[in-house]
């Protein structure tokens, strides 16, 4: 099924309209109006407190919906996606917030979880369902 896509306002966010969206917090409310306004899910998800992907995982599914099965790894959840896809209310906005604490504390997991979610978000927009994630309070 092919769900009506929402493209984010530019004046919303910062660095341009390309991913990695990026907002900053004081914009947030005004985006999430927005989003949801046009018939978007919108959950937040932090991650400033993981330490590692497992922990990562753990929070996305605390908001989301996913098999029970599904274990705490980008490989379950790609084993699980056409689960996910029925699950899952589309078009879906993740805002994630502490990715900046996150890459102070472990690098390596704040850049696996940017580029693991872009990964996600493509397969879903190839599958016909849009996932746009939108990390949150970057900036001093």
Known sequence: MVTQWINLPRPLLVG?????????EVRLSELRDFVTAAGA????????????????????????????????????MEDAFEEIRQSWSFPLVVTVQGLRSTLEKRPHVGLEVVLRLSELCHAF????????????????
């Open 125 to 140: 927009s190839v599958a016909g369902d849009q996932l746009t994630v939108v990390y949150v309070d970057l900036w001093p």
């Open 41 to 76: 899910t919108w959950v937040t998800v932090d991650i400033a407190s993981v330490d590692g992907t497992g922990a990562v995982i753990d929070a996305l599914k605390s908001r989301l919906p996913f098999p029970d099965w599904c274990a705490s790894s980008w490989d379950s």
């Open 16 to 24: 341009g309209p390309a991913e990695p969206y990026l907002v900053n």
